[in-house]
């Protein structure tokens, strides 16, 4: 059955780069994925999966099913793409490894005692479309969850952050700043108080924790003080635990800047926190076996295999069943995810070979964990 599974995919090759690329030429970002979600489902229903759109009321999301097996396979399809950045991290490739991996799987799905069941999952850069659909359903008593996610290097195991994504606004009261400067609330002076305050912070935090945000609205004109500034940030940390103790620090920091002008401060959450991840690990040894035997090198030791503390939604899924979440090399040193320079390399030769390396190593690794959990 492996060496069927790989001769579907190397046949498959052609439609499969074709889906990646077509993907990577008409990037989309979190819960706009309306055409890239289409393509992906079209692509499965090709091999005769039943697919149910707008899953669990999501719009882009999809559900693919195949097969009736006892064994249930979930692999996840992410397509958003980073805003201003295009495929700068690979999510094109995600999509078409998973096709790939689902199509080669189906004309074996009786003799493995396979149900494959192919989720296609929104808004992973921020938003966190699995968490959506973990609430309403999705995922519940599968045997295994997969997916291959592109990086500089191979790395085996994902050890990502646990994460939350923050909307964060000051609100003053504008002035002209010659005339009656007195007048005003500057919510700009709010957000450089917060700023400063948590670049003091750092120092005191452990480091496994990450903060890190960005101003996207900082006043209209330089001679009126501004009413209102805006803001996303970002809290990692080791685990959802260390999270939820290290934003209480956070937040005092933009209180402070809030305290410090007169502003009025709200702080709302853009999704749900991306927790930790759990590693199913027979299915992590089965998939370094098979991707050293279709010729994959793990790195061990370079700073370029920090991807695989990248955080991801697919972590949430992680607590609830067995899972995995392997990298896969596209040789895109010196560039790294979300780079300009990396979304280059995630088409192209390297990039073409990672899509079928990938695609054949989670089809093995589904047959291994399917056939050791049948076993007398």
């Known amino acids: 059955m492996k060496e069927q599974a790989a001769q579907r995919v190397a046949a498959d090759a052609e439609r499969l780069i074709r889906l990646s690329e077509l993907l990577h030429a008409h990037p989309e970002t979190a819960w706009q994925e309306h055409r890239s979600a289409r393509w992906v489902a079209e692509a499965l229903e090709e091999s005769g999966f039943a697919v149910t759109p707008s899953y669990l009321g999501l719009d882009t999301a999809f559900l693919a099913t195949y097969g009736s097996g006892p064994f249930r396979l979930g692999l996840c399809a992410e397509y958003d793409a980073l805003p201003g950045l295009g495929h700068a991290c690979g999510h094109n490739l995600i999509a078409a490894i998973t096709v790939g991996t689902a199509r080669a799987l189906a004309p074996l799905a009786d003799d493995a005692g396979l149900t494959i069941e192919v ?22 008593g599968l045997d295994l969850a997969m997916m291959a996610h592109p990086a500089p290097v191979d790395v085996a195991e994902a050890e990502p952050f646990a994460v939350s994504h923050s ?42 924790v990450r903060v890190h945000g960005v ?23 080791e685990s959802l635990d260390q999270l939820a ?10 209180e402070a800047g809030a305290l410090a002008t007169g502003c009025t401060l709200d702080i709302t959450p853009e999704s ?15 998939y370094v076996r098979n991707a050293e035997q279709l010729g994959r090198v793990f790195d061990q030791g ?27 090399g596209i040789g895109s040193l010196p ?42």
């Open 167 to 208: 909307h964060v606004s000051f609100q003053g009261k504008a002035a002209h700043a010659a005339a009656y400067p007195e007048q005003g609330v500057n919510a700009a002076d709010a957000f450089t108080v917060a700023q400063v305050a948590v670049g003091l912070l750092r120092q005191q935090l452990p480091s496994s």
């Open 215 to 237: 101003m996207t609205s900082g006043g209209e004109a330089p001679n009126a003080i501004p009413a209102r500034t805006e803001g996303r940030w970002y809290v990692r940390a």
């Open 272 to 286: 749900k926190p991306y927790a930790e991840f759990r590693t199913f690990q027979p299915a992590l040894e089965a």
């Open 302 to 328: 370079s700073p370029a295999r920090r991807m695989n503390r990248a955080s991801t939604d697919m972590g949430n899924v992680s607590q609830v069943v067995p899972a995995v979440h392997p990298y896969v």
């Open 119 to 140: 989720y296609g999952t929104p808004a992973e850069e921020g938003g966190g479309g699995k968490i959506e659909l973990l609430e309403r359903g999705a995922f519940a």
């Open 245 to 254: 103790e290290t934003e209480e620090k956070v937040w005092r920091c933009f």
């Open 335 to 376: 560039a790294l995810n979300h780079q300009p320079e990396f979304a280059a390399h995630c088409v192209g030769g390297d990039a073409e070979k990672a899509l079928l390396d990938a695609a054949t190593a989670l089809a093995w690794t589904a047959l291994d964990i399917a056939q050791e959990s049948t076993a007398p």
